[in-house]
């Protein structure tokens, strides 16, 4: 009898881990591109970095696959960042450089999605590998609040999380649209005018709120809403303060991105989170 007592409890005790891993896989939400979202988890977005210049003929091949994503998803938060002798300079290129051409010079044009992976050239007919990017169930969202006036900024980053992290870092970049600038064209996009007059430069970079790489974000558990606050004046190289906007995204331990949001001046954001 002992024995056979024995041998029930460990099938009995089998079967129930076998259940509850099951359970648990059953339960981890597919973040698939198309995947129906389920209740509780957040749109996911990808993020894609654009390293571009006024004076890059060949850049206007990304700016065009850029504009192609944005027709075909509302998941994509997009960031220029210019280099060299171009009116929207971004000094601050140095760490990024680092991170994504350790060993190589920073030859325009250059693209990344979630910070880390390479954009596959030609980038016009590489946009699905953005799109599978994208999704309706991830593991955490974010949501920004912010006030432009009086000369100055504040901004509220809201982040939730639904599942435990650790490692995290928060970067927020302010950006700037509308900037008129003749755009060079070495390219058959935009009907291969060269240059491209007064092109409209959108989501640039102007300034990192936080370090470029990310500031250390703690509290990050499942169930936790963590809010960082950011007060600072309207930088001297915003034009104009009605095309002020924001990109903030959370980066893992190997920098890639896990989620990010875009927002306007003034807009108040609840998170993505599904009903």
Avoid at 16 to 30: G, I, L, M, R, Y
Avoid at 49 to 72: F, I, M, P, S
Avoid at 117 to 139: R, S
Avoid at 236 to 256: K, M, P, Q, R
């Amino acid at each position: 009898m002992k024995k056979v007592y024995l041998l029930s409890f460990l099938f009995g005790s089998f079967l129930f881990s076998s259940c509850a891993d099951t359970v648990v896989v059953e339960n981890k939400p597919d973040e698939s591109a198309n995947a129906p979202a389920i209740s509780g988890y957040f749109k996911k977005r990808v993020l894609i970095e654009d390293y571009t210049g006024t004076w890059c003929g060949n850049c206007a091949r990304v700016a065009y696959a850029v504009d192609q994503v944005k027709l075909q998803t509302d998941k994509a938060v997009t960031v220029a960042i210019h280099n060299g002798n171009d009116p929207y300079n971004f000094d601050g290129i140095a760490p990024l450089k680092d991170l994504i051409l350790p060993n190589s010079p920073l030859a325009l044009p250059v693209s990344r999605l979630n910070r880390i992976n390479v954009w596959t050239f030609p980038e016009p007919t590489n946009i699905q590998q953005a799109l599978d990017l994208t999704g309706n169930n991830t593991f955490l969202g974010l949501a920004l609040n912010s006030t432009v006036g009086n000369a100055t900024i504040n901004l509220d980053v809201k982040m939730k999380f639904v599942q435990d992290y650790s490692n995290l870092k928060l970067v927020v970049y302010l950006l700037e649209d509308k900037l008129i600038y003749d755009q060079r064209n070495y390219t058959n996009y935009f009907n291969g005018e060269n240059p491209i007059i007064n092109f409209e430069h959108n989501h640039v970079l102007r300034t990192s709120i936080t370090n470029i790489l990310g500031d250390a974000v703690s509290g990050t558990t499942n169930g936790s809403t963590v809010t960082k606050s950011f007060s600072f004046p309207i930088p001297a190289n915003i034009s104009n303060t009605a095309n002020i906007s924001f990109a903030a995204f959370l980066v893992g331990s190997d920098n890639a991105v896990i989620n990010a949001r875009a927002s306007i001046a003034n807009e108040n954001q609840a998170f993505e989170q599904n009903p």
